[in-house]
C-alpha cells in the first residue's frame, strides 16, 4: 500500500468519524432542547479552605423571584448565559456556571469568594475582603473564621483604595503558620511602617513594623513567647517590638 493510498484512507475515517460525532452531538442537544428542567439546585464550590457563606436554598430563591418558577420549563426556553451573568453579581460569587444535569436538573453551580480578613473602615463598617482584594458585606448568616484588621481604612466604595497588600501578607502568614493563627486575634494599623497585632495572651501588643522579614519576625516571635515569656511571667509585659533584626525588644508594663 503506497503513502498515497494510506493517507486516503486515514482522511476517510477521520471524516466518518468527526461526522458520526457531529451527528451524536446534534443528537444530544436536540434531546436537551426537548427536556424539561424537574428541579432547580444549587452547588457551592470552595476553591480553597474557607467556610461557606452562600447559602444553596438562597440562592435558588433569588433566581427564581428574578426569572421566576423554572422548575418543569422546557430547557429551550431558559436563558442559562443570563442567569450566570446576574449570579456573578452576588458578593459572594467569584464565578456561576448553570446548566443541565444528565438527570434533568438545572445545577446552579457557584465558585464562592474566600474572605481573606474582616475589615473595619472608619465609618465603623464591617466588610471581608478576598484575595482578589475584592470587598463584601459581612453576611447575616455566618462570621468568617479570619482576622479582624482595624486602622485608618476610609469609607470608600473600593477595597482596591485601601493598603490592603501588608494585610494579604499577614493572612497568608496566619494561614501556614498554625502558631501565629492561634495567637493572633486582631490586626491594628496605625500606619504603613507601624503594624500591630493585638495577641489572645500575652502582651497586650506586638510591634511588627512593616510586613518586611515576616517569616523571621513570626520565628523570633514564637519563640519569645515559648522560652522567654514564661519565665518572665505572662502578665509582665505592656507589648514587644519586633523591628530590630535579630532580637525582640519587650517593654515592661509601668504598673505590673
Known amino acids: 500500500m503506497n503513502k498515497t493510498t494510506k493517507h486516503r484512507i486515514k482522511t476517510a475515517f477521520w471524516l466518518v468519524f468527526l461526522t458520526g460525532l457531529g451527528g451524536v452531538s446534534l443528537t444530544a442537544a436536540r434531546f436537551q432542547a426537548g427536556e424539561t428542567i424537574r428541579d432547580v439546585v444549587a452547588e457551592v464550590v470552595l476553591a480553597d479552605e474557607g467556610d461557606n457563606l452562600i447559602v444553596p436554598d438562597e440562592i435558588v430563591g433569588m433566581v427564581t423571584k428574578k426569572f421566576g418558577p423554572l ?13 450566570e451573568t446576574y449570579l456573578r453579581t452576588h458578593p459572594y460569587v467569584r464565578d456561576a456556571n448553570v446548566y443541565l444535569a444528565a438527570n ?10 474566600i474572605p481573606r480578613m474582616r475589615v473595619v473602615d472608619n465609618a465603623g463598617r464591617h466588610w471581608y475582603v478576598d484575595a482578589d482584594t475584592i470587598r463584601m458585606p459581612v453576611s447575616r448568616q455566618y462570621a468568617a473564621r479570619v482576622p479582624v484588621v482595624t486602622g485608618n481604612f476610609p469609607a470608600v466604595d473600593s477595597a482596591s483604595k485601601w493598603n490592603i497588600a501588608p494585610m494579604l501578607q499577614l493572612t497568608e502568614l ?35 513594623g512593616t510586613t518586611d522579614d515576616l517569616a523571621d519576625k513570626a520565628e523570633r516571635i514564637r519563640k519569645w513567647y515559648r522560652k522567654a515569656l514564661p519565665a518572665a511571667g505572662w502578665d509582665t509585659y505592656a507589648y514587644i517590638d519586633t523591628r530590630f533584626a535579630g532580637q525582640i525588644v519587650a517593654r515592661r508594663k509601668l504598673n505590673p
Open 174 to 208: 496566619f494561614r501556614e503558620d498554625e502558631f501565629m493563627a492561634y495567637l493572633v486575634d486582631q490586626v491594628y494599623v496605625e500606619s504603613p511602617e507601624k503594624i500591630w497585632l493585638v495577641p489572645r495572651m500575652g502582651p497586650s501588643r506586638i510591634l511588627i
Open 104 to 113: 434533568g436538573e438545572l445545577v446552579l453551580r457557584l465558585d464562592q469568594r
Open 71 to 83: 422548575k418543569d420549563l422546557p430547557v429551550d426556553m431558559v436563558d442559562m448565559r443570563t442567569i
